[in-house]
């Protein structure tokens, strides 16, 4: 996922952000959505909601992380 990354912020897609804080960002989304799974009784499939998980995760990310988050000035 991480090469998917940097070939997105190389063609513009993504806006500047730090590649490894991205994955474990994402990665602890996923997995605080499977845990929920686990213990709680949900309308959807797993695979589902992971999908829109990521979905909205890449959409929050393509406008590009506000710069007092990257901890880059201009």
Known sequence: FGKILQRGIADG???PIDIRKTLVALGSVLHGTVVAHCYAS???RLS???EFVV???LEGIRGGIPQSLTGRSQ
Do not use: N, P
């Open 13 to 15: 897609e993504f806006g």
């Open 55 to 57: 979905d909205i995760f």
């Open 42 to 44: 949900f309308d959807y």
């Open 48 to 50: 589902e909601m992971a």
